[in-house]
Each structure stands twice: as structure tokens, then as C-alpha cells.
């Protein structure tokens, strides 16, 4: 709180004050010290603490109730404004519906989709009915992100999906496509041999956060495989590996440098860590409940 913030009633508080009560602190704001005021009159203000010392033996649990109160006067005033900017400059898309306290949003599945409503504030999957939720109050980020949302969602229509299949069917194209596909089942991946990644322990490749189960030692034929894994070499050899569990993403320690550059496999960052944590709950979640 700054010197012109300070009230002017301030009471020097010590330690030998054994009163009842509780100290409290909350972000300043001139309104919300005012309302602040009104509700705990008896509140004064401890300059050593930095503080307000609320009296009384439920004093803790009084600033709670009020301190919901006022975040709630503030999310309803936020959503008023929403509400009032989508009116004025509405989204008009086949994906989104309008609901009592925010938007509805259906789509096709799509990774685009997902990534971008997480950005939202306050956005939430509902997975009993199968859609988003955004509050009215984080319109102006929904509508920010709303044309790479739209576009996405409208590739991952079924009907364009089969369009694009079906323009690709007989192709080269196709060919390699399945030819990668099948070379991922495998799960075998191109190392160094003289820069071998540590066995059970979670990793980067470039399919992602990966454990090796084994270094095979088996040489990679660079003609065969090349295609797959650009810079292979002769001297590389094939290790195994498999998706990490839940416990294993939330042990793995971070890395708190960047990846070098052309590195083959390196220590997770957080900012890999995060999304594959969250997605392996959310799995694991599902799983119990079945």
C-alpha cells in the first residue's frame, strides 16, 4: 500500500497485542477500502505489519465471507460487461451458442481448438455434455482467439476430413503418410551411440515426452529409414520407448535451459512438462470413474 494509500487512522500494533482478531491484507483500491471500511468499522490499519487487524474471535472467517462477496460483485459486473460487448460486436459462428452465463461452444475435436480455449480465463470442458464454457466476462480473449478456433474446427469437419482423404487417396502423399505411421507403432527410436539418453526416465524426442525402456544396440540402416529421422547415421542405434505415466510426468525434474540446438533427445522443460501433466490427468480421471 503506498504513503497516499495509508489510512489515516492508524494504530500501532505489537506483538504483546493479544486481542482477538486477525490481521488480513488484500490489493488496494480506493472503492474497496472504502466498502472495506463500512463492513469492519472497528478495522484498523498496523503499519509494522502492513496489514488491517479485524477484532473479534470470528474475524478470520468474516473477511472470507466478505472477500467472496466482493469478488462476486466483480465477476458479475466483468460479465455484465462482456455480455454488453458481445451485444454490441456479437461472434457469429455455427460453434458457439448463447447460455445464461456465458457461451457454449461445440466443435469438432481438434488440438487447434483445445490449445486455444485453454488460453481463455475461465474457460472449462464440461465432459458430460461434451462443450466448452466461457464466462461472458472473458469474451474480448475468446473473440481474439476466435478465427484460428473457427478455421480449426471447420478443417476437423468430418466431411472435410473425408474431402481431404479422399484428394489424397492413391497419392505419394498417402504412401508416406502411412509409411510414418506405421514406422511411429514400432516405438524405436535413433540414438546416438555416443549420447545415450538415461533408461526410465522421462525425455524429449520429437514425438514428445517419451521413457526409453532399451537401447537395443542394434545399428539404424540410414537408406531405410532415413526419410523418418533426418541426420541418422550408421553409428545410431535403435532405442525402445513408451509413453510416461502420470507419476513418472510429475517427477520428472525440469530442465531450466532450452534444448540444444539439433539436440536428439533432452530433459523436459516445464513448459513441455505442463500440458502432458494436465492430459494425463484428466485421462487418469476418466479412467477411475469408469
Keep these: 500500500m503506498s504513503k497516499e494509500a495509508e489510512p489515516d487512522n492508524i494504530e500501532p500494533t505489537t506483538e504483546a497485542d493479544i486481542r482477538p482478531g486477525a490481521d488480513v491484507s488484500f490489493p488496494f483500491d480506493k472503492m474497496t477500502v472504502e466498502q472495506f471500511r463500512k463492513r469492519f468499522p472497528r478495522a484498523r490499519w498496523s503499519d509494522t505489519r502492513r496489514a488491517w487487524f479485524v477484532p473479534g474471535s470470528t474475524a478470520s472467517r468474516r473477511f472470507t465471507r466478505w472477500l467472496a462477496e466482493m469478488e462476486a460483485e466483480a465477476d458479475a459486473f466483468a460479465d455484465a460487461k462482456g455480455r454488453d ?16 452465463a456465458g457461451f457454449r461452444i461445440n466443435t469438432p475435436y481438434s488440438r487447434t481448438v483445445v490449445d486455444r480455449l485453454r488460453e481463455v480465463p475461465y474457460s472449462r470442458w464440461d465432459s458430460d455434455l461434451k462443450q466448452w464454457h466461457v464466462p461472458f466476462r472473458s469474451y474480448q480473449d475468446l473473440k481474439d482467439r476466435w478465427p484460428e478456433i473457427e478455421e480449426a474446427a471447420r478443417r476437423n469437419e468430418p466431411e472435410e476430413r473425408r474431402r481431404r482423404a479422399d484428394e489424397k487417396k492413391g497419392t505419394e502423399q498417402e504412401a508416406k503418410s502411412k509409411a510414418r505411421t506405421t514406422e511411429r507403432r514400432r516405438r524405436r527410436y535413433p540414438l546416438n551411440g555416443d549420447d545415450l539418453p538415461p533408461v526410465g526416465r522421462v525425455v524429449t524426442i520429437q514425438y514428445g515426452l517419451v521413457v526409453f525402456e532399451e537401447v537395443t544396440g542394434e545399428l539404424v540402416d540410414p537408406e531405410v529409414v532415413g526419410e523418418f529421422y533426418p541426420g541418422v547415421t550408421a553409428d545410431h542405434v535403435w532405442g525402445m520407448w513408451r509413453k510416461p505415466t502420470f507419476v513418472e510426468l510429475v517427477q520428472a525434474w525440469p530442465s531450466k535451459t532450452p534444448p540444444a540446438q539439433g539436440a536428439e533427445w533432452w530433459q523436459p522443460t516445464i513448459e513441455e512438462l505442463r500440458p502432458a501433466r494436465r492430459a494425463a490427468s484428466r485421462k487418469r480421471a476418466l479412467k477411475a470413474a469408469l
Excluded: K, Q, T
Design 85 to 100: 460487448a458481445f451485444e454490441f460486436d456479437p461472434i457469429n459462428s455455427v460453434y458457439l451458442e448463447l447460455g445464461r
